[in-house]
C-alpha cells in the first residue's frame, strides 16, 4: 500500500447539503482524503462535520457537488456496486453505548458485516476471533453483550467491525469523544497502529482539538457548513491563518496561554449572515467581509485559508488580534484588578 | 454591582492574595470560616434489591471565594459528590458523614429548611441549562420568582429590575429582550448563562457547577469559564466545580481533588497537582492526554478501564491498573495521605512516609 | 499520621464483579401468572380427555348448587354439568383468544417495521391506513367486522385480528423509528446489507421484545373480546362449550342461580388477569440489559 501512497482514495468537489427546514448543513466543501493518511476535520456543533461525513460515506446524498472514491463517482453507482464499495469505506461511530445493537453479541454484531460481504458461514467465526484479537480483546468477550462492556471495549468492538472487510478509508466520526481519557488514550494508539500495519486512511471528525491535532496528517477546519481552512496538522498549530481558527486553538482549556475571547456565538445557520460567516465574530472583520465569502486562498503549500486577510504582506492574525479581554486565568497572582469587564 | 457584592459582607480579597491557611487551622476568622465542610460523605443508591456506594468517604473543605475542582473520569462519583451536598438525590440515596454550611450539618436539616438553602446558600449549575429551565415561562419571570420566594426582593417591579441587573451581570448583552424570552429562543451559551444568573440570583455563599462546560462548544465554553471566574472574583463565592477535563481544571485554577471510583486520591492547588502529581492514577490519566509532541500511536495510557459503578475492588481501587502497584495495595484501602503542606494523596507507594512531617496537622478527623 | 496505621474505611460487603452479571428474574406475581397460564393451556389440551360429554344434560337435573354430588360446579339451565362445559371450553376460548393475536403479531410487526423503515410517505400512508381502524372503538369494530362477516369462530377470529393489528403495528413502529437513527443502524447502513437483512437481523431482534411483551398482554384482552363476541352470539354457536357462550347462558338464571353466571366470568377475568401479569413479567426477563443503567 506504502507504494501509492499520496494517490488521492477519496475526493469530495463542492458538497452542499440544505435540510428541509432549510438549514444549510454544508456548502461548497471540498475535502480529499489520500491512501494511508488521517485527515481531522474540527468545528462546532452544527459547523456540519458530520453532515460531511455522511455525505462521504454515502448515507446522504449532497444537493450539489460530487464524490469520487478512487475514482468511481459515487453518484453514479448503482446498487451491487455500491455494496462492493461499502468494503472499503467503513464507518466508526461515536457513541458508543449505541454504536453496536444492544441485542446482538459482539460476534454477531461483527458477522453481521462478514455475511454482507459474502464470508462464507464456516470461516466468520475465525475471523471474528482475528479482528477481536488485534483490537485486543478476548475470544471470551466475543460470546458478550454490548451492556457487559466498557465504553472503550465497545469502541474497540466498532472498530474490530469497521475493518472486518478490510477498508481503505475508515470515517470516524467523534469515535473517542465519549470516553475517558486515560481510555481514549488506549483507542488511539489502537487507531495509529492499525494504520501503520493496514495503510488504512481515516477521516477524523472531532470537536476535541487535542485529539484532531494528535492524530491527523491534515486538519480541515469547518465553520458555519464551510472549509475555514486546511493545512498539515503541525502547521495549522504552528501558524493558523483564518481568525476562527486562531480563537478556536487558543479557548481550547489547558494551554496556558492567551485566550481570544470570541463574542457572540455561532450565527443561526438557517439564516447566516451576508458575506463571510465570521464576520459579525470576527475581531478583524473589514467592510469588504460582508460582501462574498472568500474563496480558499493558499497561505502556503498545502495550506489553505478562506479569509480575506490571507496573503497580504502584513497578514499576521495572532498578531492582529486584540489582547484578551479578561486576564488569564493560568496567572491570577498579580490581579490586584477586581473588576474585569463582562466578556460579550 | 455594589447591591451584589453587599451581600456577601466585605468584598473578598482574590483568591491568589490570601494566605493559605490549614484547612483545619485555628486561627480561622469567620469571614475565613470554611463555608463548607464536606467530612467523610458517603452515597449509597438504594434500589429494591441492591446498595450501590458511589461515593465512598469524601472529605474536602471549600473556603470562602475558593475554588475546588472535582476532576474525574465517568463513574468517579464526582457528580454524585456534588450533588449529595445539595441532597438532591431524595431518599433514593442514603448518604452519611457530615456537609457543614456555615455549621449547620446540611445531611441533618428538615426538608423544609434544606429548600431554602438550596438556591439561597448553595446553587447549583448544572451540565445542561435547558433542563434547568421551565421552558414554558420567560427567563425574567422565572428569576422574578427565585427572588421573590428567597425573599430578596418583596415587590414585583424591585424583583424586574433586579432580573435585569443580574442578567447583565452574566454578560447578556440586552437583559430586557431576554427577560421576555422563552428558553427556547435563547442559543445553548445564553441559556447557560441565564442559568447561572439564576444560580446567584440569590448571592449564594456556594455555587456547585456541575460540568458547566460540557454540552457547550469550545468557544462558548471559554466565555463561560471566563464569566465565571469573574463572577466569583466580583461576589466572593466559593465555587466546587465538576469536570471531566483536565485542560478546564487547570486553566480555572483553585484547588483540584481528583477522584477515583467515589475516592479522593489526590488533592492540592491545581497548578501543583497537574504540573507534579503524586498519584499514579493522575500521572497516568495527564500523560494519557493527547499532545502534538507525542508521537502518534505512543501516548501513555492507563491500562485497563475504570470500575463500573459498584464494582469497586477490595484495597486500592487503582491498583489493578496501577504499575507502581505492590501486593499491600490489593490488601488494605490507602487513605487520603497529607504529603506536602496543603496537598493530599492516597498513595502511600508513591508517596513513601517521611520521617519528619508530621508539623502539618492532619485533615482526615 | 503515618500511612499504613490508618484503618482502611469499612467497605460494603458487597462482592466485586457481581453486578455486571445478567440478572434474568421474574416477581413472584409473575411467576404465579406463569403457573396459571401453564394450567390453562395444560386444561386446554388434555381436559377434554378427563371430563365428561359436555353437552349430555339431564333436564331433571337442572341448575344444581356449586359443590352438588358429581357435579363440582353445579349443572346449567339444561342440567349439563358446568364443570366439564368449562374444561371442553377452554381449548375454544384460549384458541379465540390466542390465534388473533398471533395474527396481528405478525402481521403488526411486518406493518410496524416497514412504516419504520420506510421513507417519509410509505410511513405516512401505512400509519394513516391504521389511524383509520384506530378512529372506531375497537370492540364496536370488531362486532360490526364479526356482524358483517356472519357468526363462527373463524370470523370472530377475522375480526379480532383485524382490530388488533394496529396497536401491534404501532408497538413495532415507534421501537423502529427509535431505533432509525441510532449509530449502528448508521454503521449497518455503511456495510452494505440490503435493506431487508437490516431489517431482520439488526431490527427485529429489537423490535421483537417489546412486540411479544404487548402480544402476551393483549392475549388477555382478545380472550375477553372472543368471549364478548361468542356473548353476543357472533362467535361460536350452541351447544359448543364456549366461555362466552356459558356466560350469556347462565344469565338467564341470573335470579335461580345467581352464582351460575360467575363461573364462567370468573374464568375469563382469570385467564385475562394472568396474561397480562404474564407480560409484565416477560418485560423484565426480556430486558436485556438487566437492571443496572450506568
Known sequence: ?344 | MSELASGTGTMVTPRAERPEAGPGGAAATPAEMAPLEVTDLRTTFVSRTRRTEVVRGVSFTLRRGETMMLLGESGSGKSVTARSIMRLYGSSAEIGGQVKLGGRDLLDLPEAELRSVRGGQVALIPQDPTGALDPLRRIGSQLTEVLRVHGIEHTRRAARARAEELLRTVGIPDPARVATSFPHELSGGMRQRAVIALAVSCDPQVLIADEPTTALDVTVQAQILELLADLQHRLGTAVLMVTHDVGVAGDFGGRIGVMYAGKLVEEGPAADVLSAPRHPYTKGLLESLPTPEVERGRLRSIVGSPPGVGEFPDGCVFAPRCPQAVASCHESDPPLLRIAPGRGAACPVANPPRPVDSAEPGRAA | MTALTDVAPPRPPAATGVTRRRRRRMSTTARIAVVVVGLIVAVAVIGPFLVGDPNVGDTSRRLLAVGSPGHVFGTDGQGRDVLSRLVVGTRLSLLAGLVPVLFAAVLGTGLGMTAGLSGVWGHRTIMRTLDVFYAFPAVLLAIAIAAALGSGVSNSIIALAVILVPPVARVAETETRRLVDLDYMEAARASGASRGSIALRQVLPNVAPPVVVYCTALIGLSIVYAAGLSFLGLGVSPPTAEWGLMVSDHTQYIYSAPFLAAIPALAILIASVAFNVLGDGLRDLLDVRGEVRA
Not at chain 1, 471474528?128 to 485486543?136: K, S, Y
Open chain 1, 1 to 344: 500500500m506504502g507504494a501509492r501512497s499520496n494517490e488521492i482514495l477519496l475526493e469530495a468537489t463542492g458538497l452542499t447539503k440544505t435540510f428541509g427546514n432549510g438549514v444549510r448543513a454544508v456548502s461548497d466543501v471540498s475535502l480529499s482524503v489520500r491512501r494511508g493518511e488521517t485527515l481531522g476535520v474540527v468545528g462546532e456543533s452544527g459547523c456540519g462535520k458530520s453532515t460531511t461525513g455522511k455525505m462521504l460515506l454515502g448515507l446522504l446524498a449532497p444537493d450539489e457537488g460530487e464524490i469520487t472514491f478512487d475514482g468511481w463517482p459515487l453518484a453514479k453507482m448503482r446498487r451491487p456496486e455500491l455494496r462492493a464499495l461499502r468494503a472499503r469505506l467503513q464507518v466508526v461511530p461515536q457513541n458508543p453505548q449505541t454504536s453496536l445493537n444492544p441485542r446482538l453479541t459482539v460476534r454477531a454484531s461483527i458477522e453481521f458485516n462478514l455475511r454482507v460481504h459474502g464470508v462464507p458461514r464456516g470461516e466468520r467465526g475465525e475471523r471474528v476471533l482475528g479482528l477481536l484479537d488485534r483490537v485486543g480483546l478476548t475470544a471470551a468477550q466475543s460470546e458478550r453483550f454490548p451492556h457487559e462492556l466498557s465504553g472503550g471495549q465497545l469502541q474497540r468492538v466498532a472498530i474490530a467491525r469497521a475493518l472486518s472487510t478490510s477498508p481503505e478509508l475508515v470515517v470516524c466520526d467523534e469515535a473517542v469523544s465519549a470516553l475517558d481519557k486515560s481510555v481514549q488514550a488506549q483507542v488511539l494508539n489502537l487507531l495509529a497502529d492499525l494504520q501503520r500495519e493496514t495503510g488504512v486512511a481515516f477521516l477524523f471528525i472531532s470537536h476535541d482539538l487535542a485529539v484532531v491535532e494528535h492524530i491527523s496528517d491534515r486538519v480541515a477546519v469547518m465553520y458555519l457548513g464551510r472549509v475555514v481552512e486546511l493545512a498539515p496538522a503541525r502547521q495549522l498549530w504552528a501558524e493558523p491563518q483564518h481568525p476562527y481558527t486562531v480563537a478556536l486553538l487558543s479557548a481550547t482549556p489547558g494551554r496556558g496561554q492567551e485566550r481570544i475571547v470570541l463574542s457572540g456565538e455561532l450565527p443561526n445557520p438557517a439564516a447566516p449572515p451576508s458575506g463571510c460567516g465570521f464576520r459579525t465574530r470576527c475581531p478583524i472583520a473589514e467592510d469588504v467581509c460582508a460582501t462574498d465569502w472568500p474563496a480558499l486562498a493558499d497561505a502556503a503549500p498545502g495550506h489553505t485559508a478562506a479569509c480575506v486577510h490571507v496573503g497580504r504582506p502584513d497578514h499576521a492574525v495572532a498578531q492582529m488580534l486584540p489582547p484578551p479581554t479578561v486576564p488569564p486565568r493560568a496567572a491570577p497572582a498579580d490581579t490586584a484588578d477586581p473588576a474585569p469587564s463582562v466578556p460579550g
